[in-house]
């Protein structure tokens, strides 16, 4: 009996002691702090903030955690640093909404960034490394954007949602962090993952787990070479994974107790698995036969290379994506809206081998209706691209031969009978038309472009569609 009250006695004594000690952590934490302040005044006055309006500018380096108490405010590091000394939280921000904090490089803290019981607040092209537990922790919060930040070299996880809902993390790189690098966990519902390139974390690259987090979308990620897992889900269901890819994770997805859908149907797709090994008999760059996770985990449309999305700018207040799905390496993407409006780019591969890409186009981008069409210029080449369509978008798929060069792909809309290309129906295109004309598909002098009805038979119909569109421009 002594010894149990002795025990009883020494834990009281240390739970006291702790106690007393969080309070002064808490005390020292509050001294040190800086608060830019609900009347928007910052404290202490002496800090390397100058404020202009609603937007609060670094001067120089800071090393105190910054207290966030007024909402509707930016707060810019102007590249400067937030440096702490291995505890609290960088920025703070507790029951506050609508701020933006940007080009801060925030390092050694517990936290980074810490957003509690808030919401409508961005975290944009801020730099994170060395913050020990969480360099981005959003709890109890909704409708918060992270995006464009780099998240990497923490000691801890790159970004953290608990019990946060609707809120968007994109286009960061998070890489080489010593925990999970997304996680999503604790009751998190509606919140998109999108764009982010996840490398190299030592914990899983994302991660949906801890009590049950549902209707998730990740999209468009890259996820690769974890030395654990790519993607690790546990007791969450009900999530929806596309478009991302996943490679040469020594476990591309480690899922338990958990169904979610990984693909968003046909043709749009599924991701792509650089441990799939299935084939593509049909030309649609899509995958065969399934990639199977578990018995209720299926990829239904793997994608027969990487998923690379790019800007095609903002028209009418819309912000519009092209999708290139290739086993090239593609770049130089550009769309250009004038008078033939086209999207180019340029792809490269082993020399010998096929290329093959499948371009998604969204139908309010760009589209082709009758009597126009897609006109795909392989260096130059005329080709015609297999076509699939759902709602929403025009697919287009295409192969070519890598070679020592670059391959320009160019992809326009073009009216029928434009045989040469310039965007007009007249006298060259006659002549290349009477040139081909009565030939059948395999025989010399079949001209695929010139086949307008595409039946195999260049004749009466085709001439008829010739001549109505005869004089016509694009
Ligand atoms: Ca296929
Ligand atoms: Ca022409
Ligand atoms: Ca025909």
Known sequence: MERKAALVLTLALMFIDLLTLSLNIQQVEAEGAIYIKSDGSINPSTTPIQREGSIYTFTDNIYETIVVQKAN??????????????????????????????????????????????????????????????????????????????????????????????????????????????????????????????????????????????????????????????????????????????????????????????????????????????????????????????????????????FNTFDAGTWNGVAYHVDVVSNSTVSAFAFNPERTPEISFNATGSLGTTGFCRVSIPKQLLKADYPKRWLVLVSGRMTIPTILEDANYTYLYLTYNHSTKTTQIIIQISILGDLDGDGYVGPIDLNIFAANYGKRKGQTGYNPLADLDMDGYIGPIDLNIFAANYGKTI
């Open 73 to 306: 405010v930016i707060i810019d590091g102007n590249g400067y640093m937030l440096q702490g000394a291995g505890s609290n939280n960088g920025f703070d921000l507790v029951n506050i909404n609508n701020v933006t904090i940007r080009k801060t490089r925030i390092k050694g803290f517990d936290y980074g960034i810490r957003i509690y019981k808030s919401s409508g607040n961005t975290v944009s092209g801020n730099i994170l490394t060395e913050n020990n537990l969480r360099a981005i922790f959003v709890s109890n919060s909704s409708d918060n954007i992270i995006s464009r930040n780099q998240i990497v070299n923490n000691v801890g996880e790159g970004t953290f949602l608990w019990l946060t809902n609707n809120t968007v993390v994109a286009s960061n790189n998070v890489s080489n962090n010593g925990e999970d690098g997304i996680s999503i966990g604790y009751s998190s519902f509606y919140n998109t993952i999108v764009n982010n390139t996840v490398s190299n974390n030592n914990g899983a690259g994302v991660s949906l787990g801890f009590e049950i987090s549902t209707s998730n979308v990740i999209m468009g990620n890259t996820v690769s070479n974890h030395y654990w897992t790519g993607i690790f889900v546990e007791s969450s269901s009900g999530n929806t994974f596309y478009h991302n890819n996943l490679l040469h994770n020594t476990n591309q997805i480690v899922t338990i107790e958990a169904t979610n859908t990984w693909d968003n149907g046909y043709p749009s797709s599924g991701n792509y698995w650089s441990d799939y090994t299935g084939t593509d008999a049909n030309g649609d760059g899509i995958g065969d036969t399934q990639y199977t996770i578990d018995a209720t985990n299926i990829d239904r449309y793997p994608l027969m290379g990487p």
